[in-house]
C-alpha cells in the first residue's frame, strides 16, 4: 500500500455520515414527522445500504475501477446533504435518507480491497483494522461535531435554521473528504477479488478482533456474502449454531425497536438537537472505549455467560428511558438519561465481541466465515425490520409500551442464548458439545 494518508479524507466523509445518521431524522420531526417515520427512516436505511452495497459490487467487478466508487460515494453524500434543507415534505426526506445510505454503500465493496493493496497477507487484518479505526472514528466525530454545532448554534438561532446550517456543513465535511481522497489516494489496487474473498473467509475463521468488532455493515455484509456458500452450513443451521442465529436475530429486532424511534422520543420529551446528540454521542463513545475490555473479558469468562448478562442489562436499560421520561424533564432528565445511554453503548462492546466468537465456535472450522456472513445478513434483516416494528408500535401504543416490547424481544432472546445446545467452551478452549 502506497500510504494512507487517503483515510484521512474517508473518516473526514464519514463523520458527516454519522452526523446525518441523526440529523436527518430530528429534521424530519422539525418537518412534521411522526415516530413511524422516524423508524422507517431507520429501515430503508438497513435495507438500501446492504442490496447498495452488492449492486455497487458487482458494477466494480465488472468495470475493475475502484476509486471511483469511493469518489461516487463522497461525492453524492456531498449533494445529498446539501438538497436536504432544502426538502420539507417528511416523505421526501425519507427518500432522500434512502438515498444517502444507497450511495454511501457504494464505496464499501472496494475500500477493502484498496486497504490491503501491497500489504502482504498475513498484515491484511491489521490495515482492515485501521481502516475501521477511520470510519468508528469518523462516525464519533461526526457526532460530537453535531453536538457542539447545534448545542453553540441553538443559542442565536431556532433549531430548524441550527440543523439546515449543519447539514451544508457536513456536505462541505465530505467535499473535503473527496479533495482528500482524490490527492492521496494510492495507485491502483492489484489486488482481486478473489484472492480477497479467499482470504477473508481465512480470518473469518480465526475470529480476530477486526471481525469481533465490526460484525456487520454494507461492506461486512457484502464480503460476507460474496463467499458464502449455504452447503458448508447444511445441517449445521439445524443444531446449535441455528438456533444461536435465531436468537441473535430475535435481539437484533428488540434493539431497532429501541433505536428506531428514538430520535422522537427524545425529541417529544423536550430535549434539544444538541442534548440529543449528546446522548448518542455517549452511546457510541462507551462502545468503541469498552471494546478491547470486552475482548478481555470474553478470554476470563465464559463468553455466552458474559452475553447473556450484556443482553439483560441492555434489556433494563430500554424501557428506563422511556420511564424517565414519564417522571424528569431536561435538564434533569438529561442527567439520568446520560448513564443509561452509557450502559447501552457498553453492553453493545460486549454482545458484538462475543457474538462473532460464538458463531465461530458453533461452526465447523470449513464453514466459520459463512456462519459469519449468515450472521451478517440476519443481523441487518433484524434491524431493518425492528426499525420499522418500533417506528409504528411507537405511533400505535407509545414509546414506554415500544420500549417494554423491545427488551422483551431481548430479554427472550438473551434466554435462547442461555439454552441454546452446541457448546459449552471455556473462553479459550475448543467447542464441545453439550
Not at 502506497?2 to 422539525?30: F, K, M, N, Q
Not at 436499560?317 to 417522571?327: C, H, Q, S
Not at 434533569?332 to 453503548?345: C, D, K, M, R, Y
Not at 443481523?379 to 416494528?389: E, I, P, R
Request: glycine share 12%; aromatic share 12%.
Amino acid at each position: 500500500m502506497t500510504g494512507d494518508r487517503w483515510l484521512y479524507g474517508w473518516g473526514t466523509g464519514y463523520a458527516a455520515v454519522g452526523a446525518a445518521s441523526l440529523l436527518v431524522p430530528l429534521y424530519a420531526l422539525e418537518q412534521g414527522a411522526d415516530a413511524l417515520l422516524v423508524g422507517l427512516m431507520a429501515s430503508t436505511a438497513a435495507f438500501a445500504g446492504v442490496p447498495g452495497a452488492i449492486i455497487w459490487g458487482r458494477l466494480a467487478s465488472r468495470t475493475g475501477r475502484r476509486r471511483v466508487f469511493v469518489a461516487t460515494a463522497l461525492a453524492a453524500t456531498a449533494v445529498v446533504l446539501a438538497a436536504i434543507p432544502f426538502l420539507r415534505s417528511p416523505f421526501a426526506l425519507l427518500l432522500a435518507n434512502a438515498a444517502l445510505w444507497f450511495v454511501v454503500a457504494a464505496a464499501a465493496p472496494v475500500l477493502s480491497l484498496i486497504v490491503v493493496d501491497g500489504v502482504p497477507e498475513a498484515e491484511w487484518e491489521r490495515v482492515l483494522g485501521r481502516l475501521n479505526h477511520y470510519q468508528g472514528y469518523g462516525w464519533l466525530l461526526g457526532l460530537l461535531a453535531g453536538a457542539l454545532w447545534t448545542g453553540a448554534a441553538g443559542t442565536r438561532t431556532d433549531a430548524v435554521t441550527a440543523q439546515r446550517q449543519f447539514f451544508l456543513l457536513s456536505a462541505a465535511a465530505a467535499l473535503l473528504g473527496l479533495a482528500v481522497v482524490a490527492y492521496w489516494y494510492p495507485e491502483k489496487s492489484t489486488v482481486s477479488e478473489r484472492r480477497f474473498a479467499r482470504v477473508y473467509r481465512k480470518f473469518a475463521r480465526t475470529t480476530g478482533r477486526t471481525f469481533r468488532a465490526v460484525p456487520f455493515g454494507p461492506g461486512r455484509v457484502y464480503w460476507s456474502l460474496r463467499s458464502f456458500d449455504r452447503r458448508r452450513l447444511s445441517g449445521r443451521l439445524r443444531s446449535g449454531l441455528g438456533a444461536y442465529l435465531v436468537a441473535l436475530t430475535l435481539c437484533f429486532v428488540g434493539f431497532s425497536t429501541f433505536f428506531g424511534p428514538l430520535p422522537a422520543y427524545l425529541a417529544e420529551e423536550s430535549f434539544s438537537t444538541g442534548e440529543v446528540f449528546a446522548l448518542f454521542v455517549l452511546s457510541s463513545a462507551g462502545s468503541a472505549a469498552f471494546y478491547a475490555r470486552a475482548g478481555a473479558l470474553s478470554t476470563r469468562y465464559d463468553p455466552r455467560r458474559l452475553q447473556t448478562v450484556a443482553l439483560v442489562a441492555r434489556a433494563g436499560a430500554f424501557p428506563a428511558v422511556g420511564l424517565v421520561g414519564l417522571a424528569l424533564v431536561p435538564p434533569a432528565a438529561l442527567a439520568v438519561q446520560s448513564p443509561l445511554f452509557a450502559i447501552v453503548g457498553v453492553t453493545w462492546a460486549i454482545i458484538a465481541v462475543t457474538a462473532a466468537g460464538l458463531v465461530t465456535r458453533l461452526a465447523p472450522a470449513t464453514a466459520r466465515g459463512d456462519a459469519l456472513g449468515a450472521y451478517a445478513a440476519l443481523s441487518s434483516l433484524g434491524g431493518g425490520v425492528g426499525s420499522a416494528l418500533g417506528g409504528w408500535a411507537a405511533t400505535a401504543h407509545g414509546y414506554v409500551f415500544t420500549f417494554g416490547a423491545a427488551a422483551a424481544l431481548v430479554a427472550v432472546g438473551a434466554v435462547l442464548v442461555a439454552l441454546a445446545p452446541g457448546t459449552a467452551t471455556s473462553p479459550l478452549g475448543s467447542p464441545t458439545e453439550d
